[in-house]
């Protein structure tokens, strides 16, 4: 990387964590500044990572993969999976009460989740998807809740998107199922109702046809960032259903029929 670069990026980066630190929405980084593909995007996010950690956001406590079900990539538009970091201030259990920011929304997505069990680091060959089973120490079901805090997501690019860990905000863990298998993840089948209507559906294999494909997908990208996945992490793998925006007073709820269910419900914007 050339003096040149990383001055950008890290020009990037910061121009990033000014705006998840505010309410401000972010608009398209200039020119300049704006990276220009998906290798640049994880660069400015792991400068980024690093500031947010130390500014209330707690250290990492794992990834989402964005895009790997059919119904995500034809909404956004872009056809590979793309990863974000998460955090440990913003990942809750069983059930959470989110406030609706002032500006930009909320959506929420229904994901299925594991947590790893020991550390994926570099190593002479590429991780497979029987590498990552057996790293898996438990499933659970989640929902993902994304924020667009964007003035026009669809002009920021997909590099500045996974720059800005690709829409993440938090997420709400379901109980732990330390001893599913995890190869029969792809039978996984689970629901999302939003105030009691069911509003979309999906089963594991949608996942790219398997989810321990996308988790070995995410174990040797992060050897390639730099960033290896460690025991603890938790996975967010991807959406059934399409993103759903909700407003102040929705509750929302994921039924799986294999691991159990999990809710979020939605308040008012704090004074």
């Known amino acids: 990387m050339t003096d040149g670069t990383a001055s950008r990026i890290e020009a990037a980066a910061r121009l990033i964590v000014s705006t998840r630190l505010s309410p401000d929405l972010l608009e398209p980084l200039?020119?300049?500044l704006r990276p220009t593909s998906d290798a640049d995007g994880y660069a400015v996010q792991r400068l980024a990572r690093a500031t947010l950690e130390s500014s209330g956001f707690g250290r990492q406590a794992g990834w989402k993969i964005g895009c790997t079900t059919p119904v995500m990539q034809a909404y956004l538009a872009?056809?590979?999976?793309?990863?974000?970091?998460?955090?440990?201030?913003n990942v809750w259990q069983q059930d959470h009460t989110f406030s609706v920011p002032t500006s930009g929304r909320l959506g929420v997505e229904c994901e299925i989740a594991?947590?790893?069990g020991?550390?994926?680091?570099a190593r002479d060959r590429p991780y497979q998807a029987?590498?990552?089973a057996g790293a898996v120490a438990a499933s659970m079901a989640a929902i993902e809740v994304v924020e667009d805090r964007y003035l026009d997501y669809q002009a920021l690019g997909t590099p500045t998107l996974i720059a800005d860990d690709f829409f993440h905000h938090g997420c709400v863990l379901g109980s732990q199922h330390e001893s599913f298998d995890a190869g029969s993840l792809r039978e996984v089948r689970a629901s999302m109702a939003i105030d009691g209507v069911e509003v979309g559906?999906?089963?594991g294999s949608d996942i790219l046809g398997d989810p321990l494909e996308v988790l070995s997908w995410l174990a040797n990208s992060c050897v390639s960032w730099g960033s290896p996945l460690l025991a603890g992490d938790v996975v967010l793998l991807g959406s059934l259903v399409q993103t759903n925006w909700v407003a102040a007073g929705s509750t929302v709820e994921v039924l799986n029929e294999s691991l159990g269910p999990v809710r979020a419900t939605f308040a008012p914007p704090t004074r």
């Open 30 to 32: 200039p020119e300049a």
């Open 78 to 89: 872009i056809d590979s999976p793309c990863a974000g970091a998460m955090f440990l201030a």
């Open 114 to 116: 594991v947590r790893i």
């Open 118 to 121: 020991r550390d994926l680091r």
């Open 130 to 132: 029987d590498d990552v």
């Open 201 to 203: 559906s999906g089963v």
